[in-house]
């Protein structure tokens, strides 16, 4: 069984390397920008925890002050070495009731390297388990396109007409403004159009 804390800096230096394994650089916000936002307490690194072994199983980058309620799952993952066990399904409900005093959970989809897109499709079915459901939003990050999924928990599930705001306030709070234009490319989207 699987616990829930929250981690500090300490914490980041250990699992940062982990990231870089996980995630494309293209999409990997620099360690001090993450260190410097953990410090203004716009972002948690949470950790979870075997409880029998007391190890660290794996982790989840949450930017979790916002202007509008939600929070941003910026990144979550099992260390490799313990996939394929249900930790992650478990870890995943961990966070829902951390966070189920907000408006939602947001959960951005990329894919740097999927030509068939088979493994884009395995994230989307995995955070629809959960209750995630895809947003009408065009943006990018770090030059791939993003699919944007969000979980409505005391909020609305249509954020579309709102959701190129609430992206842009995430990330302002763990980016320094160069570094911002250089990972994010953002629009709101069309008036109008419906989300799946």
Not at 26 to 31: D, F, N, P, R
């Amino acid at each position: 069984m699987l616990t829930i804390r929250k981690g500090g800096h300490v914490e980041l230096e250990r699992f940062y390397s982990a990231m870089e394994i996980d995630f494309d650089a293209k999409e990997l916000i620099g360690k001090w920008s993450i260190h410097r936002a953990m410090s203004a307490g716009d972002v948690e690194l949470l950790l979870f925890t075997d409880e029998e072994s007391r190890i660290d199983v794996g982790y989840a980058l949450v930017v979790s002050r916002g202007l509008y309620g939600y929070a941003l799952l910026k990144y979550f993952a099992i260390l490799p070495w313990y996939r394929g066990k249900g930790l992650g399904i478990e870890a995943m409900r961990l966070l829902n009731k951390r966070f189920a005093d907000r408006q939602g959970l947001l959960a951005e989809l990329t894919a740097f390297d999927d030509p068939d897109g088979s493994y884009l499709r395995k994230l989307r079915k995995f955070f629809s388990r959960f209750g995630y459901v895809q947003v009408e939003s065009d943006y990018r990050l770090g030059g791939a396109p993003v699919t944007l999924m969000v979980k409505p928990l005391r909020g609305p599930w249509d954020i579309a007409p709102i959701a190129h705001r609430m992206i842009r306030d995430f990330y302002s709070r763990c980016l320094f403004f160069g570094s911002y234009d250089r990972m994010i490319d953002i629009k709101p989207a069309p008036a109008g159009e419906k989300s799946e």
